[in-house]
């Protein structure tokens, strides 16, 4: 496991444009949102160790979080042909698997991954009714062996934030992960070293 950092994106950053297909195909986009108090990017993929140890406590929290008004989508990145386990097939499976409540998309390009300046998965931007950037960075400090337990705290108090009207604290911690799988020659600026 390489333990890659978010980018911690400046805060108050417009939403970048998104219009990615789901698992069925169906084009989700960020107009698909547009009346939501607020709108979570969660960069995701099937194989990474980090993203199998938030799932099972992200997707109850994720539910909950939509049933509030909160509008989330899950987006894949990687590149496919040197991880199969991320293919939108095996996507459309873990979807169902775990019971997703919020589209799952597929970035095929690595654009949109660019777009928010995405670095590993997972990798959380939350957004407020005006498409600016309030939270981005981790959903707890819990990870895979560290012992922590998985409570989503970060995640649920900028969510609860804005959902409350109130500012959402800027004390925010990168979110720590399986850098994205970019393809050969396709590295963001950001990304090399």
């Known amino acids: 496991m390489v333990n890659t950092p978010s980018m911690m994106v400046p805060l108050g950053t417009q939403s970048p444009p998104l219009s990615l297909p789901d698992t069925n195909g169906k084009i989700v986009s960020l107009g698909d949102y547009k009346d939501t108090p607020a709108l979570l990017v969660v960069f995701l993929c099937n194989h990474c160790p980090f993203v199998k140890?938030?799932?099972?406590?992200?997707?109850p929290l994720a539910r909950e979080y939509q049933a509030r008004g909160v509008g989330i989508v899950g987006i894949s990145s990687n590149d496919v042909s040197h991880y199969p386990d991320d293919a939108p097939e095996k996507m459309a499976e873990l979807s169902r698997t775990m019971g997703f409540s919020f589209p799952y998309l597929y970035d095929e390009t690595q654009q949109v991954a660019k777009a928010y300046g995405a670095a590993c998965t997972p990798d959380f931007y939350l957004f407020d009714a005006k498409g600016r950037l309030v939270y981005r960075g981790q959903m707890?400090?819990?990870?895979p062996g560290n012992g922590k337990p998985l409570t989503g705290a970060d995640l649920r108090a900028a969510m609860d934030a804005v959902l409350e009207g109130r500012p959402v604290s800027e004390d925010q911690r990168p979110s720590i992960g399986c850098n994205i799988k970019w393809k050969s020659g396709n590295e963001p600026e950001y990304f090399r070293h």
């Open 53 to 59: 140890h938030i799932l099972p406590h992200f997707v």
């Open 140 to 143: 707890d400090d819990s990870r």
